[in-house]
């Protein structure tokens, strides 16, 4: 979340699109209710499905899956054509007056610098036009033909509201409604959040979804801002955690990357990812990274990096491509992969294509599972009848489960979607011989590395020299990793603008980012971290929620990431003179001598607003981003394509251009390529999701939600089941090219057919919870409908939408 | 046993001796704001896990309604109802969501049907408590709820509903599905105070263009010690067959007056062959069933809530079958 849970109350308008979070996030669903009764804010719901949060919504328009990028943008087009921005943040906060350069094009649906060979986008030509210094041209009027603003304009006019309805089949006026009541924030003192979810995520153009959300939060000034926002709503307590922890393959923590094969030496490392910046005076935060870098590379190896050795660089692997869950499967499936650890994750229920999962377990010598519970994956070599139709005699997997705890009987912290970092305790002993993980990795890693020291082996040192000074060797403890991420002095750290002022004394725990250094005498295992536990103690524990501004910033309650701020990009709640837009909710404002306010000022506290600095300091432009001239495999502005299983034949908004037809920088395997289906044999358009009374697939463990929902069931809309000739409680079978599904039909009204021009569509539920171990009826994968595919940057599968079949079981 | 002290005992089934009245304790009652429920269940399991009852595990016999029915191990469910209703001038698509289980009201029908003495109290504070120890499992109760609540057990005979947790409200503290709710959607204090915030609620609907928005706090059973905010007043059935003028139905009003010494002759006699029936063949025997749900689901099971099939059980006048 760029805001926090509390902050949900200070919005005037609520969109929750891709996500449902009243069934989903109930707890935090409790803001959205608060904003309602207290200030009078409208909810909106944009969802395939009539869902629980709709039901409490004012407004809900119905959407095709697969199809947000064209509501979106069809919004972003309402906004410029009726002239509903706020044009002062817009000029003050956001890249609109930067001048793109002449190489950039869209022509069909495709932007300059394709490799249709590759499939891939050389982001070159999408650059900002530089001066002599080079820093980006800009024009403040906005009207240069080449600038963001008229680009995005000219982008975006093709999105009409007619073609939107046509894409996405929500009718015209109540799409409408949706971008009137949106733009009712357009003014300062109105402000917007959204709220989304997997619902984004799970598309093979997923990010770029995202980004059309940011774009139009942008367009109507609330990013930064109280009340408003970009929400990512994690799904687990602490995947937020494990993003920031950097558990991706091509990740390091902190956002920090992995070396790339290009990378041969440090400088070219280094250089890659120390951007310069793009104006003047622009903060250019991430200028620091070899200070977060140098600094992790001492908590991991300590006196092992060195300097002369580039602080350890070499012991860091570099990657050729990433290894995500589809490609870690598919060189399993080849026999390329024939051991794994499965540490907290369901491959066998949570992967899409189930087959293609259980026939690349087959092909493994051993596997370790690492988890509380016995889950499809421990078990998948278990004959369950239909459920798990595999022949056990012919599995040779070796599978080893090494019992690990469930949260509560573990101690830690839990990094939740706020960014807040929560200490817990401990509220129960494990059963049985269950282990916590960091016992359970601390007792391989030590057993490991003591077999390298006897038996030697090739490149030992990044397993000898790596830094377990734990007081227990084979169980870290909760607090002793705390510290590891928050980072100490190793040497005295000096002010480097008051010599004499001595900011951290050697040995201390680091209270701040602020203090690392890159010449080796800090360490921080995860900088963004640093600041959790302190000489003060451990921040995460605070439990003082007084909030002096009403606002419900509670600066005192945990610790926020990062240094403590509970709003992101805060300047920008304030214009270019450093004056609040809305004076009831101030967040950081300039008081003449510094800038101040109820949150930690996402700003230097001391940049006067006539140094013109910037409001959004990560990004090497010092504002935030309408144009992404680089980091987006599929190009600089969101462009609608169709999902890789789509109902419809053709792309509205390119028709005739089949490389447009869906993501043309989605990667697809040929022989999960050869496994997609056509709408002549999968008609209906399917989305898979998850429901208020289960937590994926572990709750079917246990009677309480068992009881509450017991047994699977998909969702089918009335008119298509009149059609088929099923009844509300009929057996169905869903079917698609990887596979069918057995269920219970829910006939209700809350799916309805949906007009795509000339192509009714019907949209097919199908909640995920269920499998064939645990107390709650027996059940089939999901997954063995969706396909093995997913978006072009973060490889997310295309879990939202797909296309299946369904009759009468 | 009473979870409150015997002080606090307003009224007594079956009972013509008069209650204490040395103190007057607050009345309360729970306040269920429908607009505000997003149906995750979350009050059903809390009932559960404080109760310490689960049903079994059951099916899904499509619709979301799980368990489906009431049971003597399920004292509360969510209804959903998928309606459409006006909303300012134009007809809109609800899925309506409703927490169903005792009401206790005021003048409540199955104290004043209980024969067994004692089976049923009602407290000070509003609350309506099943006394299982003195309840005879007649099933009288079941037929003088005008809610269709109590539900009686096959594995013991005996009368089950919601207690309001009373033995959490002896001790000051809310009901479990109170502490429970995420959203507030359920409220408890005051009765006084549970109508003024239900009041500051239907402000808030109207202003949506909830034109009929109001409090459900049914006269014909004196009031309830458990409220609904809704959005369609007007139209309480809509909400699966809540009824829209409650009342205790005449045949208990007779049996109360006029016809009590005789039923009371007739209890006795029941009680007495009973008694020998004990003493001839032994006890009753729960397992001699272990064919039939535990939860005593299984002829309440309602199997659709969609608007078509709305004959609420709530609707059934228990004069009428008995």
Known sequence: ?809 | MSSLQSLDIKRRSATTLPSTQARETLEVAKLIDVSKCIGCKACQVACSEWNDIRGDIGTNVGVYDNPADLGPKTWTVMRYSEVEEKKGEEMAFEWLIRKDGCMHCAEPGCLKACPSPGAILQYSNGIVDFIEENCIGCGYCVAGCPFNVPRISKQDSKAYKCTLCSDRVAVGLEPACVKTCPTGAITFGSKEDMIDHAAERVVDLKERGYANAGLYNPAGVGGTHVMYVLKHADKPEIYHGLPKDPQISATVGLWKGVMKPLAMLAMGLTALTGFFHYVKVGPNDAEAHPDEPEDGNGPHVIRSSGPGQMEGKGNVNPGEQA
């Open chain 1, 1 to 809: 979340m760029t805001n926090h849970w509390v902050d949900i109350k200070n919005a005037d308008v609520i969109l929750i699109m891709g996500g449902n979070a009243a069934e989903a996030h109930p707890c935090g669903f409790k803001w959205v209710t608060e904003a309602k009764a207290h200030r009078k804010a409208r909810l909106m719901v944009v969802d395939p499905r009539f869902t629980r949060s709709a039901a409490m919504a004012d407004l809900y328009a119905p959407i095709r899956v697969g199809s947000d990028i064209a509501f979106l943008g069809g919004v972003i087009n309402y906004l410029i054509s009726h002239d509903k921005l706020q044009m002062e943040y817009i000029k003050a906060h956001t890249n609109a007056p930067f001048i793109v350069g002449e190489g950039y094009s869209l022509k069909d649906g495709i932007f300059s610098g394709y490799d249709a060979e590759k499939r891939k986008y050389d982001p070159a030509s999408w650059g900002y036009e530089l001066d002599k210094d080079g820093f980006a041209k800009v024009d403040p009027t906005l009207e240069n033909p080449r600038c963001v603003f008229q680009i995005l304009k000219q982008h975006y006019a093709r999105y009409t509201p007619e073609l939107v309805s046509k894409i996405c089949g929500t009718p015209v006026d109540t799409f409408k409604k949706v971008c009137e009541l949106a733009a009712s924030t357009a003014t300062p003192t109105r402000n917007m959040t959204i709220m989304y979810a997997l619902g984004w995520t799970h598309h093979s153009q997923g990010s770029e979804i995202i980004r059309t959300g940011a774009i139009l939060q942008l367009l109507l000034g609330n990013i930064g801002v109280a009340g408003g926002g970009m929400n990512a709503l994690r799904g687990h307590s602490n995947i937020q955690g494990l993003t920031d922890l950097g558990l991706l393959s091509t990740s390091l923590p902190g956002y920090l990357q992995l070396p790339k094969d290009s990378d041969v030496k440090y400088d070219d490392y280094m250089t890659r990812l120390t951007p310069k910046p793009l104006r003047p005076n622009s903060t250019n935060y991430w200028g620091n990274y070899p200070k977060f870098h140098v600094s992790l590379m001492k908590a991991w190896y300590g006196k092992a990096a060195t300097k002369e050795n580039n602080w350890a660089f070499d012991y860091l692997p570099r990657y050729d491509s990433g290894y995500d869950i589809i490609k870690t499967f598919d060189l399993m499936y080849d026999g390329k992969i024939n051991g794994y650890i499965c540490q907290g994750f369901n491959p066998l229920s949570s992967f899409p294509d189930t087959h293609k999962i259980s026939a690349a377990l087959q092909k493994l010598k051993f596997l370790v599972i690492i988890d509380p519970l016995a889950t499809e994956t421990s078990n998948f070599w278990q004959n369950h009848g239909e459920h798990n139709d595999v022949k056990t005699e012919d599995i040779k997997t070796e599978v080893f489960r090494l019992p690990s705890t469930c949260f509560a009987e573990e101690e830690g912290s839990l990094t939740n979607s706020s960014r807040w970092l929560q200490w817990h305790y401990k509220g129960a002993e494990p059963p049985g011989e269950a282990k916590g993980d960091p016992e359970i990795i601390g007792e391989l890693f030590t057993r490991i590395r003591a077999l390298y020291a006897k038996e030697g082996g090739v490149f030992p040192e990044p397993i000898r020299d790596l830094t377990w000074t734990y007081k227990i060797p084979t169980s870290p403890s909760p607090e002793e990793l705390a510290q590891e991420y928050n980072g100490r002095a190793l040497d005295d750290i000096v002010d480097p603008k008051k010599k004499d002022t001595i900011l951290a004394k050697k040995g201390e725990l680091l209270g701040t980012f602020a203090h690392l250094r890159d010449d080796g005498t800090t360490s921080a295992g995860c900088w963004v971290y640093t600041g959790a536990y302190t000489e003060k103690g451990n921040m995460m524990a605070r439990r003082d929620n007084s909030d002096p501004y009403g606002l419900g910033q509670t600066l005192n309650w945990a610790f926020a990431w990062p240094v403590n701020r509970r709003v992101l990009y805060n300047r920008a709640s304030s214009d270019a003179a450093g004056k609040p837009w809305d004076p009831k909710r101030k967040l950081v404002f300039w008081n003449g001598e510094k800038n101040v306010g109820s949150d930690v000022p996402d700003y230097r506290p001391d940049a006067a607003p006539e140094e013109g600095v910037g409001a959004f300091i990560l990004t090497a432009e010092g504002v935030a981003r309408l144009f992404a001239p680089t980091g987006m495999a599929e190009g600089p502005l969101p462009e609608h394509y169709e999902p890789f299983e789509s109902p419809l034949k053709v792309n509205h908004l390119n028709p005739g251009h089949a490389d447009a037809f869906n993501n043309p920088a989605a990667r697809m395997f040929k022989k999960d390529r050869a496994k997609l289906g056509k709408p002549e044999q999968f008609p209906y358009a399917a989305t898979s999701y998850g429901m208020t009374e289960h937590f994926h697939g572990w709750t079917k463990h246990l009677k309480g939600n068992a009881i509450i929902q017991p047994e699977q069931f998909v969702e089918v809309g009335d008119e298509l089941a009149k059609e088929k000739g099923i009844a509300n409680g009929d057996r169905v079978k869903v079917s698609s090219a990887r596979g069918h599904i057995e269920a219970v039909a829910v006939v209700t009204k809350r799916l309805r057919a949906l007009d795509c021009g000339d192509t009714k569509v019907h949209q097919i539920g199908l909640p995920n919870h269920w499998g064939f171990m645990g107390l709650a009826k027996k059940g089939f994968s999901v997954n063995t409908l969706s396909p093995s595919v997913g978006d072009a940057n973060t490889q997310t599968p295309e879990y939202k939408a797909f296309t299946v079949n369904i009759e009468k079981a």
